[in-house]
């Protein structure tokens, strides 16, 4: 509207003083139009701010950490100075997910919200006419072609602008590293070689926490697409009910593969909650984690002075190691929003896009930025950005497979933590897949 207004201010104001002999306007007549346009610009700015004219948006978010909070609000603050017109409320609640769905449902959706555009609920969303399509918005523009290319949904459209991703690693205690002259292992051989080499020295190579079964879901999620290239597939088509994972060749040498893991862990892990699991490798207790970006910024925080690095969890070569990585922040604009509260929100989702609001976020988050431009700070999470970078990834299981079968699978790896027994825990898989499916 300020624009409109500015440009026919410009308008009038070149009609009013004429031509020049050139058909164009003189200097002197286009600074004093420009001055008179910034002028009236800031007085309709003044008269909107005074008569209370100002459009207050709803952004809910789905992140609870601090880090994307913190990074968040530091862009909103910038966004109300500079738009007078607008104000951007954040909105964090727990549980965040259970509780936009319930608000869909009732039809009150936020103007602006986050969520995870690669996942089988979102595209149910859409579907169902909730979120409203960004593909002609330019900002998407200066969004990373291949995490763009993640959300593009069954139209072809795209409903959300893709803003950081998120992955599950091996994060590492550099100091215990450089004291044992080890470098970062590439291959399965050379993980197994290195974890040898710190239990030799008296260190717990690796801190896991399986109290919680999600957490051990995530652990599992992470070693399939780590050494079953085509798992999550797999587990897709049983699924289905096509085939079964008993007696399958690849699952069964990935099972093995953790059973080794287990091996050189601490022996609470069955009994450890994440906070304190963070809480223990933070302070040296291990030397390795295997957990996710989510992570490290509470990391960070328990021990600042903590040398930090993350890398992918090897597979047998170089070439055949993927990660498990996703579309973490993503924002999105109801489809039932009003024009105007679609406007505003397109101005913010823009003012997000740009390079350097979207730096702000990933120097708070910490996670790599969807965002062209935007340069991590942090060189010991370069590992997994390089193989993030170069699409050695894989989404998340939900992205393709019912998110109860998926949950329901992370209590049984869970009984693998325990008994370590690979038949078992294949043939209690299949079961599991069949009894969710059929609900």
């Not at 609000?73 to 609640?93: H, L, R, Y």
């Not at 590439?186 to 717990?204: R, Y």
């Not at 008993?246 to 909650?273: C, P």
Request: charge should be negative.
């Amino acid at each position: 509207m300020k624009k409109r207004l500015a440009l026919l201010l410009c308008a009038t104001l070149v009609m009013a003083t004429g031509c020049g002999s050139s058909g164009e306007t003189t200097a002197t007549q286009e600074t004093q139009t420009e001055a008179s346009a910034e002028t009236q610009e800031q007085e309709t700015e003044s008269e909107a701010e005074a008569s209370g004219e100002v459009l207050t948006i709803e952004f809910f978010q789905q992140k609870g950490e601090e880090g994307p909070q913190k990074g968040y609000q530091a862009i909103i603050d910038k966004f109300n100075a500079e738009n007078p017109d607008i104000v951007i409320e954040m909105n964090t609640v727990p549980d965040a997910g259970t509780v936009l769905t319930s608000r869909i449902s009732s039809g009150d959706i936020p103007v602006i919200f986050s969520d995870y555009p690669t996942q089988m609920q979102f595209k149910q969303k859409v579907a169902n006419g909730y979120v409203q399509d960004l593909s002609d918005q330019e900002f998407l523009k200066n969004v990373n072609e291949a995490a763009l290319e993640m959300t593009t949904q069954e139209d072809g459209g795209y409903y959300a602008l893709p803003y950081s991703r998120n992955y599950m690693g091996v994060f590492y205690n550099q100091a215990i590293f450089e004291e044992n002259g080890i470098e970062i292992p590439t291959t399965w051989e050379e993980f197994v070689q290195v974890c040898e080499t710190l239990q030799a020295a008296g260190i717990t190579p690796m801190g896991l926490f399986g109290k919680d079964p999600g957490r051990v879901g995530h652990v599992f999620q992470c070693t399939t697409v780590a050494w079953v290239p085509d798992g999550v597939e797999l587990i897709g088509q049983v699924a289905n009910g096509e085939g079964q994972l008993e007696g399958n060749a690849e699952f069964t040498e990935a099972f093995e593969k953790m059973s080794t893991l287990l091996s050189y862990t601490n022996q609470d892990a069955l009994a450890l909650s994440d906070t304190q699991g963070w809480e223990n490798f933070a302070n040296g207790q291990y030397a390795m984690m295997i957990t996710g970006s989510y992570a490290k910024g509470t990391i960070a925080s328990l021990n600042p002075d903590l040398k930090l690095g993350v890398f992918p969890l090897p597979n047998d070569t170089v070439e055949t190691t993927n990660t498990l990585s996703g579309i973490d922040a993503a924002i999105c604009v109801s489809a039932k929003a009003s024009d105007e509260e679609k406007e505003a929100a397109y101005r913010f989702l823009a003012y997000l896009a740009e390079t350097e609001n979207a730096q702000i976020f990933c120097d708070n988050d910490g996670a790599p930025s969807c965002i062209n431009g935007v340069v991590s700070e942090d060189p010991g999470v370069a590992p997994m950005e390089e193989l993030i970078n170069a699409g050695q990834v894989h989404d998340w299981m939900a992205s393709t497979i019912n998110n109860n079968v998926v949950t329901d699978l992370y209590n049984v790896v869970q009984g693998f933590w325990a008994d370590k027994d690979v038949e078992a825990v294949l043939k209690n898989m299949d079961l599991s897949i069949a009894a969710t499916s059929a609900q």
